[in-house]
């Protein structure tokens, strides 16, 4: 069993992309630029926007933070992303969800241009994305395809089953891994709370993929010896062993399922580094005017 | 064994949507009105055009064909979808495919505003349809879907396998298929030229959609007994046997594989029959501006 490092994965993706950076601006051209809009004082969303500010520091971005209290109009949220789609000094840009309740989220990610929709949501992206055109994918279903790609993992014939149908991970990944491309060219199954045939399917996997945020839901028994699994969970579990007052917790039974893969992901340190690294992505081809 | 007739059931919806506009017009509002551009004199794309437009007839739409010789210039035809984005009294129209080389595909797919594009294709569609907000769904995936809903064929929890990947048929219908709706709600899986385990994945279908354009690829043997096979195939085989001198051929080895059926679709007479009732459907939401 080979245990896939997404934190190693993710630093090294960083450095490659700073070495770009260095040399963008080594030719005179200026650094890619980052914009984040955070509404209110959620931990997480807080935790998620610095983390993302840290990595375009690595990266050699620059970055900008702009902030709104919770009580934002959605008026006013639609101007703060009209400025920022006719500022040509933002090359990308985000803003991070969940949304207050008063605010339209769909309304929001539709208000952004396409063309620096480096979250990879707008119907554009997600459409080009679908019938194989350049687009800048969303985060985590990218951050899945580099890691098979850095380990060299096959796909192509190999039977991928995905569980869980959300907009984000399982639907847009369906869509990757079944493209003519690597990686791609797998026999791609979805997998959801109305199929009656989830461990069935699982023992045909080479390949599966947890995404649906129950904790511990893939057991050894639904695992075939030598299949890859990929842990998409991050589930917040009490635990009295953190400081935090909780642990991060992977839809996969780790402990049991591990010796029997040839591949695994672990949690925390599998494709949650990824997410941000995706994003990075993103924002160097955005700066690069490489897609749009 | 029950066949889907979908000749009779294009027609029925057909009957529905003129008495719709039948019930707009005598509220005073104009019918629905689709435009259709066509390029050149092949002879198929002649025929899908009048076919369209004899369609729009039965619904009580008003039709406009607007035709270019061959070697007209990818200028021209993007002028010519500039003045039907702008014309109000245009609802919906297409570009019937394919177009000669000289002209982007893609490029002219982009240009057509997506609150008129009702065949679908628009990226804006496409990313709108895979996640699951109201869009112009495109013909083919649209019309199994309403054949599966007149048949009241059960979907959820069912194991849907769909051969071929095409962004026209397989990876939309895969997404309508695992969606939270009726039909959907299924456990789907996408085979097609790079998959090793075709015969295996189809043993364990309880619906079958053959859509790889292989004159009789599906077997007997590859179904399970009280399967529904869906047949997208049309490819035109000789034969001694029609005046034309050819026989539209479905990917289902009809004979064999039916006896051993709860439902299949003829070919001809089955899912092509719905196509251009799609493009009567959304040119009917377009109409009433129901979607955009």
Known sequence: ????????VAEQVKQEIAAEVAQMTAQ???????????VGHDGGSETYVANKIKACAVCGFKSSLIRF?????????LAAIDRLNRDDE???FIVQLPLPKHIDEQKIVEAIDYRKDVDGFHPVNVGRACIGLPSFLSATPAGILELLRRYKIETAGK???IIGRSNIVGKPLANLLMRKDYPGNA??????????????????ADIIVCALGRPHFLKEDMVKPGATVIDVGTTRVPSTQTKSGFKLTGDVDFDAVAPKCAYITPVPGGVGPMTIVSLMKNTLLAGAKAIY
């Open 90 to 92: 933002v090359d990308g």
């Open 1 to 8: 069993m080979q245990l896939i490092d997404g934190k190693a």
């Open 28 to 38: 005179g051209k200026r650094a890619p630029h980052l914009a984040a809009i955070l």
């Open 187 to 204: 026999t791609v199954t979805v997998v959801h709370s109305y199929s009656t045939d989830i461990k069935e399917q699982c023992l045909s």
């Open 159 to 161: 039977h991928v089953v």
């Open 69 to 77: 209290e919770e009580t934002v109009s959605e008026a006013e949220l």
